[in-house]
């Protein structure tokens, strides 16, 4: 195959086009060959004027050599040969796994884990809290409209994790020389995924399409011998061997922060990298080995029990348990799992017209034009940093999208964002964030992130009266700017009934931006102060880079606080936790991903791990 690469055509271009901008390339007239686009996106530098970039693969039916002759005659450094596909899970390892392994969760990184252990003989077992696919959707719709919570089936819990309610964006920072990138990307096309993705510089599947994607995925699993359970929660471990026996930890409320450290000011932290490699840690401890798990049905039993309990034999576990499974995560630490306190963000979704967005980043905003250019809602990407230090960014933009009430708890409030497939919603919208570390959260506990990110959900919940609190971006500012120079002046603040008695003209229409209901408040008294002020800070930067981004018609909404896990699971150079063998930290809620593509990515490198080490169960 021959690549080439940096082929230029306007927006729009005419059909056969880009086949006879190829013949010209590699100068052949009459000549044979088929082609596959390997990557597209939008060159927008001369807006209005835009251009679709492509760099393609080309089959003119010669030999390698023969290639390589070509490539060298025609001199053009965008021709070269394409490089040869070389992804192989490793073949099966000697020692004997006496049970199947079990995988905890089954949000990307643990349905690609138990995907890959299947097709290769592991025979694995995936138990997950949340409902398969078909009910938790009715689950998630029924919340959005009536604002009853399914602690069990919602936003995050539940089959495909978080990111199936999500803009099921695929794009990655890794940079990826295994090949595990694009093995996932052709199982979600096998899957019912639009080939596009394989080559798009900013793929998306979009949540519509997810929803049967998620499902033919599992059932891939189940005709390879796997096993899927849903509404199965995990509530404990059992332990072999040295250290196995366990002395008592502190009660992690005794060390946390009380609820006045969300109005203190902090030292800045710098931005973490979601995507960076993490060096590996030192081995598990010695001896320690998981021999199994204790799980809990949570659906009703023939006879109509509500609950049964069970234990598990394995020496094999998986936790992909994603961000959100803090009951999970506190049950690791309660037996002295290693956790790592984590930096991550937090702040608020912003939404504005997709038309205001369109405009500023292609010079064109009219439906129909943009139609015509095969152009799609377009996205956007910003960075800044605030005069604190601290990292503001945009996160998760969700173009053509809504936000969504993505709450877990009861008596909690977060957001998320999410869109179609076609991204059609009229609205544009991301999370606008800064790095929050230990003197956010104003202890060194482990758990410290964690309860920092419950007081924020729960101070939200109250504003909203239990729906999603918005305002309008103008009026955020204005009251809190108000509130400042009320503070700095020494007169008395306004009293909490009084601020939150905000214009409430036009919520309607602003709805029409949010999946769940929603309420105006007093959203700029959310954050902690100067949180707030780093947030304003670096919506003003992006008002220069955006026009009117910082303008009337943008409305905020919260909390965004579910960007990243809070904690981090060691793992060492054999991808075990430090603190047991056996136990394989992996994806998102590990602190190992930070997205669909990377969680799924991480997901097969642990399935990889495992099957070095062990032989397939069918060849015991």
Sequence with gaps: MIRISQLRLPCGYEQGALENKIRKTIRVRDRSFSFTIVRHSVDARKKPQLFDMYTVDVDMGISAREEASLVRRLRNKNVTQAPVDSYRFPSGGSEKLPHRPVVIGAGPAGLFCALYLAEHGYQPLVIERGRKMEDRTRDVEKYW??????????????????????????????????????QVLRTFV????????????????????????IPKIRRRIEQ??????????????????????LDPVPDPASNFAPDSALDSSSNSVSD??????????SEPERGRRISGLYVRSLSPADDGSQSRDEWIPAQAVVFAVGHSARDTIEELFRENIPLEQKQFAVGFRVAHPQALIDQSQYGVSDPEELAGMRLSASPYKLTAKASS?????????CPGG???????????VCVNGMSDEGRGSGWANSAIVITVGQKEFGSDHVLAGMDFQRRLEKRAWEMGGGAVPIQNYTEFKASFEAQKSASLQGKQALQEDQADQVNTAGESVLSEAVKGTCRRAALHRLLPADLTGDFIEGMDRFGHMISGFDG???????VESRTSSPVRIPRGQTLES??????YPCGEGAGYAGGIMSAAMDGIRIAEAIAKRYAPLDEQ
């Design 389 to 397: 230090g601290r990292g503001v960014y945009s996160f998760c933009m």
């Design 190 to 213: 096998s899957a019912g995924a639009s080939e596009s993705i394989l080559y798009e510089g900013k793929p998306h599947i979009g949540t519509d399409r997810l929803r049967q994607v």
């Design 552 to 558: 009337p018609q943008a409305l905020v909404a919260g």
């Design 224 to 245: 390879a011998g796997g096993e899927v359970r849903f509404e199965t929660l995990c509530t404990g471990f059992s332990f072999t061997g040295e250290g196995s026996a």
């Design 145 to 182: 409209e009536t604002g009853i919570l399914d602690t069990v089936s919602n936003v995050q819990f539940g089959e495909g994790g978080a990111g199936t309610f999500s803009d099921g964006k695929l794009n990655t920072q890794i940079n990826d020389r295994t090949g595990r990138s694009l």
């Design 578 to 583: 430090v603190g047991a063998k056996g136990l």
């Design 402 to 412: 809504y936000i969504v009430n993505a709450s877990s708890e009861q008596g909690h």
């Design 272 to 281: 973490p990298a979601p995507d960076s490699a993490l060096d590996p840690a």
